[in-house]
T-cell receptor, first 115, second 114 residues
Framework: DAGVIQSPRHEVTEMGQEVTLRCKPI?????LFWYRQTMMRGLELLIY????????DSGMPEDRFSAKMPNASFSTLKIQPSEPRDSAVYFC?????????????FGEGSRLTVL | GNSVTQMEGPVTLSEEAFLTINCTYTATGYPSLFWYVQYPGEGLQLLLK?????DKGSNKGFEATYRKETTSFHLEKGSVQVSDSAVYFCALTPLGNRDDKIIFGKGTRLHILP
């Protein structure tokens, strides 16, 4: 079975450019999470969706960040305009239902470098 | 509120040494507890879990016991290998978790020397 699929795996861009990260969750999973990981701040939850609806976006750093989940098999995280401090590894994860002691399945991450 | 505290790394051990990574938690009621592992260049993956007090989770030679009295879930392995080098995250989901969030600790980096 395919796991969580993220693209691109690596992205290098210049400050001010728009960045779009993509995620395909595992089929049948109804929760989707976006995390950011840096050496300084560790693993941070940015936003999560349940049944395609955003439930909690309190971790989104600022208005430059936005996330969508138009259907059960696709989500995007967009940064516009990007800044050097956005450089990090962004992970997407999905689950059937974490609240029922479910398991989070992570993608391999998208490493973003903003110059 | 709910939180997870785990020992700071990095932890460096020689191959075949005994491993303990401490984890304590703060939560109301009886949360479910997890250890996730992140190998270099990969995402996190579930290593083991325990859903009630005194449960022992185990996988790949790793074990952790849910201790309600000490609010702890320490990770142990009797004989580590170089391939165990990774970052280990302790995590919890609160009882009756309505918002589906899993709360992670900051992670402990483990280096195993051959």
């Amino acid at each position: 079975d395919a796991g969580v699929i993220q693209s691109p795996r690596h992205e290098v861009t210049e400050m001010g450019q728009e960045v779009t990260l993509r995620c395909k969750p595992i089929s049948g999973h109804n929760s989707l999470f976006w995390y950011r990981q840096t050496m300084m701040r560790g693993l941070e939850l940015l936003i999560y969706f349940n049944n395609n609806v955003p439930i909690d976006d309190s971790g989104m750093p600022e208005d430059r960040f936005s996330a969508k989940m138009p259907n059960a098999s696709f989500s995007t995280l967009k940064i516009q305009p990007s800044e050097p401090r956005d450089s990090a590894v962004y992970f997407c994860a999905s689950s059937i239902r974490v609240g029922q002691a479910g398991e989070l399945f992570f993608g391999e991450g998208s490493r973003l470098t903003v110059l | 509120g709910n939180s997870v505290t785990q020992m700071e790394g990095p932890v460096t051990l020689s191959e075949e040494a005994f491993l303990t990574i401490n984890c304590t938690y703060t939560a109301t009621g009886y949360p479910s507890l997890f250890w996730y592992v992140q190998y270099p260049g990969e995402g996190l993956q579930l290593l083991l879990k325990a859903t009630k007090a005194d449960d022992k989770g185990s996988n790949k030679g790793f074990e952790a016991t849910y201790r309600k009295e000490t609010t702890s879930f320490h990770l142990e392995k009797g004989s580590v290998q170089v391939s165990d080098s990774a970052v280990y995250f302790c995590a919890l989901t609160p009882l009756g978790n309505r918002d589906d969030k899993i709360i992670f600790g900051k992670g402990t980096r483990l280096h195993i020397l051959p």
